[in-house]
């Protein structure tokens, strides 16, 4: 590494931080947040869903997905029903209010988006795109400390 310049995974980690505070602002500004984006897109995927398979489906824990749903569900933007069949496992529908905001959110994502690509040439994106890839999925991400 050259004299005065941050390491890479510090750049990375600073921009994804700041990357991730402008998107959820724009996310509160709607009247969402980044998990309730998450579990709104999974549902709008799948439609019905377990509780367990959207856990699995946005990677969070179940106690996690329980605190989110049971705030979106006094919302009214979700129902969630026991199966008769297996009392445990519950089915998890997006009301018409959770599907309305769904849309206004998925709104503000893609503008979001586009001010974010506007910022490069389609060029520099795939690049970009193709370097983030290759940096995801290289052995040297999920070394811990010491390495």
Do not use: Y
């Given at each position: 590494?050259?004299?005065?310049r941050k390491p890479i995974g510090l750049l990375l980690v600073q921009t994804a931080k700041a990357?991730?505070?402008?998107?959820?602002?724009?996310?509160?500004?709607?009247?969402?947040s980044r998990p309730?984006?998450?579990?709104?897109?999974a549902l709008?995927?799948?439609?019905?869903?377990?509780?367990a398979d959207l856990a699995v489906a946005i990677g969070v824990q179940g106690p996690t997905l329980t605190h989110?749903?049971?705030?979106m569900e006094r919302d009214g933007l979700l129902t969630r029903t026991?199966?008769?069949?297996?009392?445990?496992?519950?089915?998890?529908e997006l009301t018409a209010k959770g599907r309305a905001l769904f849309l206004q959110l998925?709104?503000?994502?893609?503008s979001f988006d586009t001010q974010l690509n506007g910022k490069f040439s389609d060029a520099e994106m795939d690049k970009l795109r193709e370097l983030l890839g290759r940096l995801g999925a290289s052995d040297t991400?999920?070394?811990g400390p010491g390495v």
């Amino acid at each position: 590494m050259k004299p005065g310049r941050k390491p890479i995974g510090l750049l990375l980690v600073q921009t994804a931080k700041a990357v991730a505070r402008s998107f959820e602002d724009v996310l509160n500004e709607k009247g969402g947040s980044r998990p309730v984006w998450l579990i709104l897109l999974a549902l709008m995927d799948g439609e019905h869903r377990t509780q367990a398979d959207l856990a699995v489906a946005i990677g969070v824990q179940g106690p996690t997905l329980t605190h989110h749903l049971t705030g979106m569900e006094r919302d009214g933007l979700l129902t969630r029903t026991r199966l008769p069949e297996n009392r445990r496992v519950q089915v998890v529908e997006l009301t018409a209010k959770g599907r309305a905001l769904f849309l206004q959110l998925r709104q503000a994502v893609m503008s979001f988006d586009t001010q974010l690509n506007g910022k490069f040439s389609d060029a520099e994106m795939d690049k970009l795109r193709e370097l983030l890839g290759r940096l995801g999925a290289s052995d040297t991400v999920g070394f811990g400390p010491g390495v």
